[in-house]
């Protein structure tokens, strides 16, 4: 007999229709290895069948373990982050794990505390913390933590378990690529100085400027958003000692190229410029974005690949930095002096 509609079917229903015991549904449901396999297929048969899902809770009751992983976000706002959580859901889910998720509004001790008291409730076997700021870093430092912790840092530089796509490489593609086509008064749009990721650029570009034995512009500090891309494209357009911009992130160059249009400086035939991140949209900017692309969905797998191999006791394994990819296109050309 099928279980009434009014509700959802539990693991008595599931037994009944398989004809079996519930102690046996719960032995096949954690992979028990003494279930006959007729036994089991018949059972999953049923569970199909009726739609049932086994409530976590009791499962952790039972197994001692939850199945599930925390992830603790500083900002959901940018497109690197959140397709990297979605990497970490898809790896998670093929795992099968389940996957709860905290974000931060305010990166500082306390609030971390308690994003990691919320999660632990929820009894997670494992972390994954996106922070691309100094500070959340600081403040985990201060907390005695005793669950596996992977972190996606930017540039790798705090611990065996943290991954990135190598920020600083990407960085050198963007200035190189300028400086190859004839460039050598280039600005650079930097992020703010908080962020790791933001650090990791402007180091790129001054090295690759400090190679190539050019001059040095100061870099504008900015906020990653296209509002100041364009407050900062109008500021630009008053000195024109320049011929090229390294923007820390796509959106800063959209704003810019909008102020330099607006201020009638045609991109890339006066200004070229360069973006990091390959956002979606960067292909679709007019002129469609020369931008650095980095595998943010890759980045979220290997995540839980790491993470998982710290649960199940075996260390983990290592993982090199994912090395970023310039993506050319129209927004940047030769000085017009060389053209």
Do not use: C
């Not at 976000?73 to 795992?95: C, F, K, V, W």
């Amino acid at each position: 007999m099928e279980p009434p509609k009014s509700r959802a079917p539990n693991i008595r229903d599931v037994a009944r229709l398989a004809g079996v015991s519930y102690q046996t549904v719960s032995r096949v449901l954690n992979d028990a290895p003494s279930i006959r396999p007729s036994t089991r297929a018949r059972v999953l048969e049923m569970i199909e069948k009726t739609g049932y899902r086994p409530n976590q809770a009791a499962r952790a009751l039972v197994t001692s373990k939850s199945r599930t992983i925390g992830v603790l976000m500083a900002q959901t706002a940018n497109y690197g982050p959140t397709t990297s959580l979605h990497g970490i859901e898809d790896a998670a889910r093929d795992a099968g794990y389940f996957v709860t998720t905290m974000t931060l509004h305010k990166p500082d001790v306390e609030s971390i505390k308690a994003g990691l008291e919320h999660l632990t409730g929820q009894a997670i076997e494992g972390l994954v913390v996106i922070a691309p700021q100094v500070r959340v870093f600081d403040a985990f430092r201060k907390l005695d933590l005793s669950i596996p912790i992977v972190t996606l840092d930017s540039t790798a530089g705090h611990g065996p378990r943290s991954l990135s796509v190598d920020q600083i490489a990407g960085a050198k593609l963007a200035t190189r690529h300028l400086i190859d086509l004839g460039h050598t008064e280039i600005v650079h749009l930097a992020g703010p100085q908080d962020w790791i990721e933001a650090e990791a650029r402007m180091t790129g570009f001054l090295e690759a400027v400090g190679e190539a034995d050019l001059r040095t512009h100061p870099p504008f500090l900015g906020d990653w958003t296209a509002d100041f891309g364009y407050r900062a494209g109008w500021e630009l357009t008053r000195f024109r000692d320049f011929t090229a911009v390294f923007a820390g992130n796509d959106q800063m160059a959209l704003g810019l190229i909008h102020a330099f249009r607006a201020g009638g400086l045609d991109v890339p035939g006066d200004v070229s410029v360069v973006g990091f991140d390959d956002i979606p949209e960067a292909r679709h900017f007019w002129p469609p974005l020369t931008t650095v692309h980095q595998n943010f969905a890759e980045l979220g797998r290997r995540s839980v690949a790491l993470l998982l191999g710290e649960v199940g006791g075996d260390g983990g394994t290592e993982q090199e930095q994912i090395l970023p990819e310039l993506r050319v296109r129209e927004s940047t050309a030769p000085p017009r002096a060389q053209r």
